[in-house]
């Protein structure tokens, strides 16, 4: 499936599958979106080497493919556009109207969030992308295609932006996909990304699947024959579709390294697929089967009276064949197989859209509470955690008296159950009865019980701070954290004071109280605390979560406060500094000294040499030395920038590296070595891979004065020969 050469689509393509199509579309609005994407993109080249346009035309026949309507498919052939070319955001709206730049803008926007960059953002990245989720559920969807044919291309990409992007994807694509019940596009997204997390384990699954397949596929074709003989027999009008079913990679190797089963456990485990036309015929269809089938016992479960989180209906049973080897069946009609394949997308596909409002609302409701349970925490790992948790396919429901379904995470408490009905109900919440019997607080929920939640009526009355060790969802945490937010103010903050005392004396941290300020400003920044009681605060009600940042404390503490003699090293590395007058980027305690052979003077254009254990030395950058050590090439990577310590000229201070794919050419080092020599741009350090497809990988480090001096230079790079693609690396 990944070694395959990718398919190049073509507006053809397009046209035919339009054609193909029972569904309405405005053919006229997408080929002139294909015209006007193709004349903005062109000259411009993916990593693989071919026109740019290629990709957003498969990414608008994926979504083609899921049913999406004109619009969606306008905007995935105009989705890079505002990103990669001069194209504004108001052209699209004129020329193809306000959704249409709406799902543009959406997806552009998404485009821009790094997802795995710098801590502090992270949060609020997650955050845009579920907020643009919840204003239109299409913008997500095209990103996921986006992302589906990207991960197809992933091989054309160089290795570390292969790694980030498939960690990015098992991180956060897959389990947005999962969530909104896109089986098949999360099963290839999670499939590709796995092989180039873990190449090997993938290909010993593979191999292994293809040893087993012609075993399976002659256990399955058996089980088919018997059932539909059986089926006829028994009155049904016409045989049901019955299909085999093979996992995913990835879905064996969680089985397997995740709940440490067998290999061959799993790969002997046959499955088959029985689809009906109504519900009727689906309990019906069960009845044929275990009577056909022994049953074994507990293994049966009803997803159609009580569907999962996301919307997934079935009956599955296992029973066991008469060669005495188990298989599981599950049983569901047309309309839940679409729903179970294509999730949210199948509204388009076999519905009319959006229309179906109630539904859809519904479904989107667990965007809004991740959302809102988001503004309770800046903590990038609870919030991907979140994210993940409320994930689980693995789901109790459980009931109210009068027979409302609350839908809950394995585990969950009578605390989370009445959270779920009300926030109210959960603040003045005193016990609870499940089913008719009082039970204690942390009393976890089954499937089918009855929750009756006992309330006080004492105004006053409030949630424990012990509720956050017992209960298990984030919906509950983030009420009752807000909830101490608001309402009891002076006892966070002594109780947060208390925390953190407590807290630095266990990790022997003495730090007198008028430095205290000033020695948690950064946590006290990160979580937008500008008082020190703020910060006492949110610890108190755990919206800051101490031991979290303990070590950084501590590390910081031993750096600035701990030992004298540190303290006096320090000074001698600063006087050290300050007597040479060079600053060596990126380093700030080491040794400079002036080469003798051309004796630099403050103002003259000075480069540096790391010298085998005495330091850094510097020379002028006219100096023989430098200038023959260049043009040989002899260790390029031992000279570093320096300089002059109070040179005020813009001194360009950030070190960026840049990603650059070109087409195979030997000048490119030269090219680009002699555009930032005339661009004054200091080089740092340069390097060439070649790709697998012949292409040219390079490497550049450099030194700019800020993100806009950077789109410059990149926009020139860009505009160089045989240049294809430059990129900010994660690299460093
Ligand atoms: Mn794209």
Same mark, same amino acid.
């Given at each position: 499936m990944v070694n395959k050469p990718e398919t190049i689509y073509t507006i053809d393509m397009i046209i035919q599958k339009i054609l193909d199509e029972e569904k309405q579309y405005d053919l006229s609005k997408i080929i002139s979106s294909y015209e006007f994407a193709a004349k903005a993109h062109a000259n411009q080249f993916r990593s693989s080497g071919e026109p740019y346009i290629t990709h957003p035309l498969a990414v608008a026949y994926i979504l083609l493919e899921f049913g999406m309507d004109t619009d969606t498919v306008c905007a995935a052939l105009l989705h890079d556009v505002v990103e990669d070319t001069d194209v504004t955001l108001d052209e699209i709206k004129k020329l193809f109207g306000q959704d249409v730049a709406m799902l543009v803008d959406g997806v552009t926007k998404l485009g821009k +969030?790094?997802?795995?960059?710098k801590e502090e953002q992270q949060a609020e990245n997650v955050r845009k992308i579920l907020l643009a989720m919840s204003q239109d559920i299409r913008v997500i969807i095209i990103k996921l295609c986006d992302r589906l044919h990207n991960m197809r291309t992933l091989c054309y990409r160089p290795a570390a932006k292969q790694r980030n992007t498939a960690l990015e994807t098992m991180n956060i694509y897959a389990p947005i996909a999962h969530r909104l019940g896109m089986k098949t596009l999360k099963d290839e997204i999670e499939d590709l990304a796995f092989r180039y997390l873990d190449p090997y384990a993938y290909s010993e699954i593979e191999k292994m699947l293809q040893i087993r397949s012609d075993k399976r596929e002659a256990f399955i074709e058996s089980i088919k024959k018997q059932i539909s003989e059986r089926f006829l027999e028994a009155g049904f009008e016409k045989v049901p579709q019955i299909e085999g079913r093979v996992k995913s990679v990835y879905g064996i190797y969680k089985k397997a390294f995740m709940q440490g089963k067998d290999f061959d456990e799993i790969y002997d485990k046959y499955a088959v697929r029985i689809i009906v036309d109504t519900v009727f015929e689906c309990y019906n269809a069960l009845g044929i089967i275990h009577d056909m089938f022994r049953p074994i016992p507990n293994r049966f479960k009803d997803y159609i009276a009580t569907p999962k989180a996301n919307m997934y209906q079935s009956l599955h049973t296992t029973v066991i064949g008469r060669e005495g080897i188990p298989f599981e069946v599950q049983i569901r009609t047309w309309d839940m197989h679409h729903t179970a394949e294509y999730g949210i997308a199948a509204h388009w596909k076999y519905k009319e =859209? +959006?229309? =179906?409002k109630d539904k859809l609302e519904g479904r989107l409701a667990w965007i809004r509470q991740i959302i809102e349970a988001q503004q309770?925490? /800046? /903590?990038v790992e609870e919030i991907v955690r979140t994210i993940k948790s409320d994930l689980s396919p693995e789901d109790i429901f459980a009931f109210t008296p009068k027979g409302d379904m609350i839908t809950l995470p394995v585990g969950a408490t009578i605390i989370d159950f009445a959270y779920a009905i009300h926030t109210e109900v959960g603040n003045k919440m005193k016990g609870a009865k499940v089913d008719g019997k009082l039970v204690s607080l942390d009393y976890q929920l089954t499937t089918g019980e009855i929750v009756e939640i006992l309330t006080s009526s004492d105004p006053n009355h409030g949630p424990n701070r012990a509720w956050l060790d017992i209960c298990k969802t984030n919906e509950a945490k983030s009420k009752i954290r807000s909830w101490f937010k608001k309402e009891r103010r002076e006892e966070n903050i002594a109780q947060g004071k208390a925390e953190l005392e407590k807290e630095f004396k266990r990790n022997f941290i003495r730090i007198p109280e008028e430095e205290l300020s000033s020695f948690l400003a950064d946590d006290m920044k990160r979580h937008n605390c500008s008082k020190i009681e703020d910060f006492y605060a949110a610890i108190g009600y755990g919206g800051v979560i101490l031991s979290r940042m303990m070590q950084r404390l501590k590390d910081k503490y031993q750096k600035y406060y701990a030992e004298p003699e540190n303290a006096e090293q320090k000074n001698q590395n600063a006087v050290r500094k300050s007597s040479s007058g060079v600053i060596v980027e990126g380093q700030s305690n080491i040794i400079v000294k002036f080469a003798q052979c051309c004796n630099p003077l403050p103002g003259d254009d000075i480069v540096g040499f790391i010298t085998k254990g005495h330091g850094v030395s510097v020379h002028k950058k006219d100096c023989p030395t430098y200038v023959n050590a260049m043009k040989n090439g002899t260790e390029p990577e031992r000279w570093i920038n320096v300089r002059w310590a109070n040179s005020t000229s813009n001194a360009p201070t950030f070190r960026v590296t840049l990603d650059i794919v070109a087409k195979e050419n030997i000048l490119i080092i030269a090219d680009i070595t002699k555009l930032m020599a005339e661009l004054h741009i200091p080089l740092t350090n340069i390097s060439v891979n070649m790709l697998k497809n012949g292409n040219a990988n390079v490497f550049a480090t450099i030194n700019t004065a800020g993100v806009s001096q950077l789109n410059n230079i990149i926009a020139r790079i860009k505009k160089l020969p045989d240049v294809l693609s430059v990129d900010r690396s994660v690299k460093q």
């Amino acid at each position: 499936m990944v070694n395959k050469p990718e398919t190049i689509y073509t507006i053809d393509m397009i046209i035919q599958k339009i054609l193909d199509e029972e569904k309405q579309y405005d053919l006229s609005k997408i080929i002139s979106s294909y015209e006007f994407a193709a004349k903005a993109h062109a000259n411009q080249f993916r990593s693989s080497g071919e026109p740019y346009i290629t990709h957003p035309l498969a990414v608008a026949y994926i979504l083609l493919e899921f049913g999406m309507d004109t619009d969606t498919v306008c905007a995935a052939l105009l989705h890079d556009v505002v990103e990669d070319t001069d194209v504004t955001l108001d052209e699209i709206k004129k020329l193809f109207g306000q959704d249409v730049a709406m799902l543009v803008d959406g997806v552009t926007k998404l485009g821009k +969030i790094p997802l795995f960059t710098k801590e502090e953002q992270q949060a609020e990245n997650v955050r845009k992308i579920l907020l643009a989720m919840s204003q239109d559920i299409r913008v997500i969807i095209i990103k996921l295609c986006d992302r589906l044919h990207n991960m197809r291309t992933l091989c054309y990409r160089p290795a570390a932006k292969q790694r980030n992007t498939a960690l990015e994807t098992m991180n956060i694509y897959a389990p947005i996909a999962h969530r909104l019940g896109m089986k098949t596009l999360k099963d290839e997204i999670e499939d590709l990304a796995f092989r180039y997390l873990d190449p090997y384990a993938y290909s010993e699954i593979e191999k292994m699947l293809q040893i087993r397949s012609d075993k399976r596929e002659a256990f399955i074709e058996s089980i088919k024959k018997q059932i539909s003989e059986r089926f006829l027999e028994a009155g049904f009008e016409k045989v049901p579709q019955i299909e085999g079913r093979v996992k995913s990679v990835y879905g064996i190797y969680k089985k397997a390294f995740m709940q440490g089963k067998d290999f061959d456990e799993i790969y002997d485990k046959y499955a088959v697929r029985i689809i009906v036309d109504t519900v009727f015929e689906c309990y019906n269809a069960l009845g044929i089967i275990h009577d056909m089938f022994r049953p074994i016992p507990n293994r049966f479960k009803d997803y159609i009276a009580t569907p999962k989180a996301n919307m997934y209906q079935s009956l599955h049973t296992t029973v066991i064949g008469r060669e005495g080897i188990p298989f599981e069946v599950q049983i569901r009609t047309w309309d839940m197989h679409h729903t179970a394949e294509y999730g949210i997308a199948a509204h388009w596909k076999y519905k009319e =859209g +959006i229309s =179906g409002k109630d539904k859809l609302e519904g479904r989107l409701a667990w965007i809004r509470q991740i959302i809102e349970a988001q503004q309770e925490t /800046d /903590d990038v790992e609870e919030i991907v955690r979140t994210i993940k948790s409320d994930l689980s396919p693995e789901d109790i429901f459980a009931f109210t008296p009068k027979g409302d379904m609350i839908t809950l995470p394995v585990g969950a408490t009578i605390i989370d159950f009445a959270y779920a009905i009300h926030t109210e109900v959960g603040n003045k919440m005193k016990g609870a009865k499940v089913d008719g019997k009082l039970v204690s607080l942390d009393y976890q929920l089954t499937t089918g019980e009855i929750v009756e939640i006992l309330t006080s009526s004492d105004p006053n009355h409030g949630p424990n701070r012990a509720w956050l060790d017992i209960c298990k969802t984030n919906e509950a945490k983030s009420k009752i954290r807000s909830w101490f937010k608001k309402e009891r103010r002076e006892e966070n903050i002594a109780q947060g004071k208390a925390e953190l005392e407590k807290e630095f004396k266990r990790n022997f941290i003495r730090i007198p109280e008028e430095e205290l300020s000033s020695f948690l400003a950064d946590d006290m920044k990160r979580h937008n605390c500008s008082k020190i009681e703020d910060f006492y605060a949110a610890i108190g009600y755990g919206g800051v979560i101490l031991s979290r940042m303990m070590q950084r404390l501590k590390d910081k503490y031993q750096k600035y406060y701990a030992e004298p003699e540190n303290a006096e090293q320090k000074n001698q590395n600063a006087v050290r500094k300050s007597s040479s007058g060079v600053i060596v980027e990126g380093q700030s305690n080491i040794i400079v000294k002036f080469a003798q052979c051309c004796n630099p003077l403050p103002g003259d254009d000075i480069v540096g040499f790391i010298t085998k254990g005495h330091g850094v030395s510097v020379h002028k950058k006219d100096c023989p030395t430098y200038v023959n050590a260049m043009k040989n090439g002899t260790e390029p990577e031992r000279w570093i920038n320096v300089r002059w310590a109070n040179s005020t000229s813009n001194a360009p201070t950030f070190r960026v590296t840049l990603d650059i794919v070109a087409k195979e050419n030997i000048l490119i080092i030269a090219d680009i070595t002699k555009l930032m020599a005339e661009l004054h741009i200091p080089l740092t350090n340069i390097s060439v891979n070649m790709l697998k497809n012949g292409n040219a990988n390079v490497f550049a480090t450099i030194n700019t004065a800020g993100v806009s001096q950077l789109n410059n230079i990149i926009a020139r790079i860009k505009k160089l020969p045989d240049v294809l693609s430059v990129d900010r690396s994660v690299k460093q």
